[in-house]
């Protein structure tokens, strides 16, 4: 109810509403994960994980249908090779994020070949 409060407190004042409801969130998200139990707050981050997650799934599907029905097929050819130097981009990436930690891949794995 706070959220809806400070979205009409914003729009009675002629401010913006989004901008209002977008800080309300931050605020929401630093104070209510700490009122709440252990295990409901283990819950609630595992629910808006899911929730992020099925969010940009639907944008990147809804905008992916959007691109292959347009008429430009110029944008779908161009992003052929940025989909083939992806892979080895991100390599190179991750290899020259873990030159400063060497002990980066000196984790302990010897349970997950306990079947």
Known sequence: MSAYLAYLVSET????GIVTLFFTGICH????????TKEAAITLKRLFEFA?????????????????HSSSFLL?????????CDLPLQSILCMLR??????MFLTDVSHAWLA
């Open 52 to 68: 992020a997650f099925l969010s940009e799934m639907f944008v990147f599907a809804y905008l992916g249908l959007q691109v292959s």
């Open 98 to 103: 873990a030159l400063g930690r060497p002990d």
């Open 29 to 36: 998200a630093h104070y209510s994960y700490y009122s709440v």
């Open 76 to 84: 779908l050819l161009s992003s052929a090779p940025l989909l083939l």
């Open 13 to 16: 004042l002629a401010l913006s």
